[in-house]
């Protein structure tokens, strides 16, 4: 029997709240069934009981904020806000079903033509927060959810709670100095605690391709400080000439090359821009892809389209035929039963690094900006 307060309670006469379903250092996450004419399961998120913190409070409602404000379809949807009798304050949310794409990246490979369909989704929901003036500065594989919808998966962007809103609300969370993210997924210039743009979006993004198409992170994981010095100094090994990166055509290889370049200056100018390249390096694999049509011998074509080696080409043709002659085909689990597992919540705050540039907080080396 749970002893969890709030499971099987009704929240706000309006939400009969379930169960536990995850939780961070600071929230907890319940799922929950919405009463009333709009009937329907969602997620409910809230700060754990103790958590006195203002500097959390203030994170959890600026998130809220910035989530409220955006209407992309592949950005996390908000439906409501309020606080609990002892003051706690909680969000409500479109509950998810699927999972994070870092627990997909551990379960298989992605095919690169999917890959690329999840970035184009991504950097549309990128693409309306920049425009409202919000950088999301802590995008990585665990806090870009894939779900299922019917036959189709479609990406959500979760977790702003670090989010930079130039629109002035909750802008000051963090101070000058500090640097503010993930460290396998930050900019040289959110590592060196610098001012940060919608370019720095474009590196994290990047980071997450490039982990997505090879299996393997842009610098292996290990001490924060030592892969923060490596992303401000060091060029990272090309996605076509990693082990499990060899498919991937040397174009798209290119311009995740270009998201990480050191400075801003050097990666795709928007995600506006981005989307357009990422939709023109799409067409060539669906083209030697024909998923689609299911036949028995993948479609041949005479010659390799624009931007792509008769090698590449090749690899693509031999990955369609190992994937039509595949047996495992599965969809994403769902979890609808209430004896069934947990759902995988939507975006459970606390996962991303704080580190200070001040050697007697830093967790570690940070490189010197000069």
Same mark, same amino acid.
């Given at each position: 029997m749970s002893t969890d307060p709030l499971?099987?309670?009704?929240?706000d006469e309006r939400y009969d709240v379930r169960t536990l379903i995850g939780g961070g250092g600071m929230g907890l996450v319940y799922r929950?069934?919405?009463?009333?004419?709009?009937?329907r399961d969602v997620a409910i998120k809230v700060l754990r009981i103790g958590t006195s913190d203002p500097a959390a409070r203030e994170r959890f409602h600026h998130e809220a904020r910035i989530v409220g404000s955006l209407r992309h379809p592949n950005t996390i949807k908000l439906f409501d806000a309020g606080q609990l009798p002892d003051g706690r304050p909680y969000v409500v949310t479109e509950l998810l079903?699927?999972?994070?794409?870092?627990?997909l990246l551990k379960s298989k490979p992605i095919p690169v033509d999917k890959v690329l369909r999840f970035a184009l989704q991504a950097a549309?929901?990128?693409?309306?927060?920049?425009?409202?003036?919000?950088?999301?500065?802590?995008?990585?594989?665990?806090?870009?959810?894939?779900?299922?919808? =019917? /036959?189709?998966?479609? @990406?959500? +962007?979760?977790?702003?709670? &670090?989010?930079?809103?130039?629109?002035?609300?909750?802008?000051?969370?963090?101070?000058?100095?500090?640097?503010?993210?993930?460290?396998?997924?930050?900019?040289?210039?959110?590592?060196l605690g610098q001012?940060?743009?919608?370019?720095?979006?474009i590196y994290s993004l990047g980071a997450t391709l490039y982990e997505s198409l090879c299996s393997e992170p842009v610098f292996a994981f290990g001490a924060p400080y030592v892969t923060m010095a490596k992303h401000v100094n060091e060029e990272p090994v090309p996605v076509h000439l990693r082990e499990r990166g060899k498919s991937v055509p040397i174009e798209i290889?290119?311009?995740?090359?270009?998201?990480?370049?050191?400075?801003?200056?050097?990666?795709? =100018? /928007?995600?506006?821009? @981005?989307? +357009?390249?990422?939709?023109? &390096?799409l067409r060539p694999l669906e083209a030697a892809l024909p998923e689609a049509k299911w036949t028995e011998v993948p479609t041949l074509l005479e010659e390799a389209p624009e931007g792509f080696d008769r090698q590449s080409l090749e690899a693509l043709r031999a990955e369609a035929h190992a994937r039509r002659n595949s047996s495992a085909v599965a969809a994403l689990p769902t979890r609808d039963a209430e004896d069934s597992e947990p759902l995988v919540p939507i975006s459970i705050v606390e996962t991303s690094e704080l580190t200070r540039r001040d050697d007697s907080l830093a967790r570690g080396f940070l490189p010197d900006p000069k």
């Open positions: 499971e099987r309670t009704v929240l929950a069934r919405q009463r009333g004419i709009v009937s079903r699927g999972r994070p794409l870092d627990v549309g929901s990128l693409r309306e927060a920049h425009e409202e003036g919000i950088v999301h500065r802590d995008l990585k594989p665990a806090n870009i959810f894939i779900e299922d919808i =019917g /036959s189709e998966e479609v @990406l959500k +962007v979760l977790d702003f709670g &670090l989010a930079f809103d130039s629109r002035g609300a909750g802008q000051a969370l963090t101070e000058a100095g500090f640097a503010v993210g993930t460290p396998e997924y930050m900019s040289p210039e959110q590592i001012a940060v743009g919608p370019r720095s979006d290889s290119d311009l995740v090359r270009r998201m990480l370049s050191k400075s801003p200056d050097g990666r795709p =100018g /928007s995600m506006a821009e @981005l989307r +357009v390249e990422l939709a023109r &390096l």
